[in-house]
């Protein structure tokens, strides 16, 4: 009576076993790889008035810096969202030779060091190089310009959008099409009303992502940007002005606000899509 | 609306799907497309459909009626499809869904919003969901879910409804269910409709004729207690049922087979004959014209017959009797007793396309 009683009150037991160990490992994991840095940071701060700190994050040079920074990589994600998205449906819905070689090529920014990447650019668009000497005579100036600055981010970011829209497009069955077609409804009727909105999640988070890193992306931009005051300097590049200027505490106030911004927008991404998933799957919407 | 199919056939690659073939189904009839897994049941009913193209090497066509549908598109064929999976639209409510076909004809064709409200309800009603309409796909049962996809098909009013193995999915009871409804429904609005199954039961029950495929053939087409009674070849014979085979060497109007012997009206010969289970009768002594002696060896008293599994050293596989529940008590059967078999008939096929021949025990007590 007595041990069936204490066994009754004790916590249910888990089936999977392994939850303590695991989870220890991870945040010991997560602590010393994430927030022990992120802490550090911080705690640069900590020496610094409110009203100091906004001096630091509010320079003219700085918001300048923060207006290309969005203009660009906002930029970048959209042309991400659209060629990100024709690219996985592409690998996903047609068979021909060389797919395979494609899809691994959909990885190569992400494996390509950053900086290779910026040089490569900058030679190719600069006046001089292949694409530069084409789009000159048009009037177009893409190395040294704001363009270069999200074609550069662009680049580095676009297998967030692949990679996340891939696999639910693979995902979502044949069927689906087939019978809005059954149906009667146009090819673009079917896109629009019936496989873009399983996409939308999917899709929504790949271009949040390749927008947060573009925020943050600094190799391949900065030889591509020319890094003119007030034009085309990015946050990334303030930072590292600042700390090759020895001033530690503005390049932690700088990268702070960098740091606020991008968790914000995983943090919103996360809950808007956790919200759609639930309405798939039965709750209420 | 009629369907009628001239020479139509079908080839991935290499494999043949499809041999060329003809097929006539009449208006208002409800129509079974039978066969084992890779028959071309499904192909066919695609190429009907128009989700897939026959070949044109074999220039065939497809007629809806007087209508020639052979290159029209599958969304201006005016069909209705519903899917073994559902494939209902998961991010949209039950009610978007059946309103689909209808929010999706171009605005001059569309009737008002009014109108779908009205003609969808209706639908509902008649699929007997109307409490469901707002609710996701991922909130219902599988069953229902069909329904809806069904309610969504109709939404347009084909000319014809085909159907994917519509039941395949769904657990036995409710199976049982939908298919008496499907029947009822089909009666009611008297539309053309083709289904694939590869369930004999399903398409012996609910089709008016039954089209048994095998290998991209069709085998045969009738109706269901023709096909039963007159199965065209051993094809048809032993996919309609569970069957017994007795293999063995016939000379002087008797066939033998180890220990057993059964007295046959047959040439001389290797022999191979084909019974149903129900064509057995079990007792207790032989007979002058059947000595088959087995041993029972497991037993299922559920449903309206004993099952009775039965094995000898002359059997290759075991055989399988069903017995009334009578005589299953008169003659007490249990697990390893010793019993005779008697046949009531048997089958024989001499050749896979020849005719076929039938045999009637001679004596009966």
Same mark, same amino acid.
């Given at each position: 009576m007595n041990t069936l009683a204490l066994l009754g009150r004790s916590a249910p037991k888990r089936v999977l076993p392994g939850f303590g160990l695991s989870l220890g490992i991870t945040l010991l994991f997560v602590s010393l790889v994430l927030l022990l840095p992120l802490t550090s940071l911080v705690g640069q701060l900590a020496g610094v008035s409110l009203a100091e700190y906004w001096a630091i994050i509010s320079e003219p040079r700085v918001v300048a810096s923060y207006l290309v920074t969005i203009g660009a990589a906002a930029a970048a994600s959209m042309v991400n969202a659209l060629f990100g998205l024709l690219m996985a449906w592409v690998l996903v819905r047609y068979e021909f030779p060389g797919k395979r070689l494609l899809d691994a090529l959909m990885d190569l920014p992400f494996a390509l060091p950053t900086a290779v990447a910026g040089i490569t650019l900058a030679t190719l668009y600069s006046s001089s190089g292949w694409m530069g000497r084409l789009l000159a005579p048009l009037g177009i100036e893409v190395a040294y310009t704001w363009v270069g600055i999200a074609l550069a981010m662009a680049f580095t970011s676009i297998p967030f959008v692949v990679r996340t829209v891939q696999p639910v497009l693979e995902d979502l069955p044949h069927e689906i099409d087939e019978a809005a077609l059954t149906l009667g409804a146009s090819d673009a009727t079917a896109f629009r009303r019936v496989i873009l909105p399983n996409l939308w999640p999917a899709l929504v988070t790949g271009t949040g992502l390749a927008f947060v890193r573009s925020l943050g992306e600094f190799g391949a931009v900065i030889f591509i940007a020319g890094?003119?005051?007030?034009?085309?300097?990015?946050t990334s590049l303030m930072i590292f002005v600042k700390l090759q200027e020895y001033d530690y505490v503005g390049a932690s106030a700088i990268a702070s606000v960098v740091l606020a911004v991008s968790l914000a927008l995983l943090l919103a991404l996360n809950l808007w899509q956790g919200r759609f998933i639930r309405r798939l799957h039965g709750g209420k919407g | 609306m009629s369907i009628r199919l001239k020479n139509i056939a079908k080839t991935f690659g290499d494999n043949s799907a499809l041999a060329p073939l003809d097929l006539d189904i009449g208006d208002g009839e409800l129509v079974g497309l039978l066969? =084992? *897994?890779? *028959?071309?049941k499904t192909t066919l009913l695609r190429i009907i459909a128009g989700l897939e193209q026959a070949d044109r090497a074999p220039a065939g066509s497809i007629h809806f009626g007087d209508r020639e549908v052979t290159n029209v598109h599958v969304r201006d064929r005016r069909i209705g499809f519903v899917f073994q999976h559902y494939a209902l639209f998961r991010h949209m409510s039950v009610f978007d869904n059946v309103a689909f076909g209808l929010t999706a004809m171009p605005r001059r064709t569309r009737p008002s919003n009014g109108e779908i409200r009205a003609r969808v309800h209706r639908l509902l009603e008649m699929v007997r969901l109307e409490a469901f309409a707002?609710?996701? =796909?991922?909130?219902? *049962?599988g069953g229902q879910q069909q329904r809806v996809s069904l309610a969504r098909a109709l939404a347009l009013q084909p000319d014809v409804l085909l159907l994917d193995? =519509?039941?395949?999915?769904?657990?036995a009871k409710v199976r049982q269910d939908l298919r008496r409804w499907l029947r009822h429904l089909h009666d009611e609005l008297n539309f053309t409709s083709v289904f694939v199954t590869h369930d004999q039961e399903e398409a012996l029950e609910l089709s008016d004729r039954v089209v048994v495929m095998s290998n991209g053939r069709i085998e045969q087409i009738d109706e269901p207690d023709t096909l039963y009674r007159k199965p065209a070849n051993r094809f048809v014979f032993e996919f309609l049922g569970d069957v017994n085979r007795l293999e063995g060497e016939v000379r002087d109007g008797e066939l033998t087979c180890g220990a057993a012997r059964l007295t046959v009206d047959l040439d001389e010969g290797r022999e191979e004959l084909l019974l149903r289970p129900h064509e057995l009768r079990l007792i207790e002594a032989p007979t002058a014209h059947a000595h088959l002696p087995v041993c029972v060896t497991a037993v299922s008293p559920v449903g309206a017959e004993v099952r009775v599994e039965l094995e000898a050293d002359w059997l290759a596989e075991p055989w399988l009797a069903t017995v009334r529940h009578a005589d299953f008590e008169r003659l007490a059967i249990r697990r390893g007793q010793h019993l005779f078999v008697e046949p009531r008939r048997w089958r024989r096929f *001499?050749?896979?396309r020849a005719a076929r021949s039938t045999g009637r025990a001679v004596a009966s007590s």
């Open positions: 890094n003119m005051p007030y034009e085309t300097e990015i | 066969g =084992p *897994s890779g *028959s071309g707002d609710r996701y =796909p991922a909130q219902l *049962s193995e =519509p039941f395949g999915a769904l657990d *001499s050749d896979e």
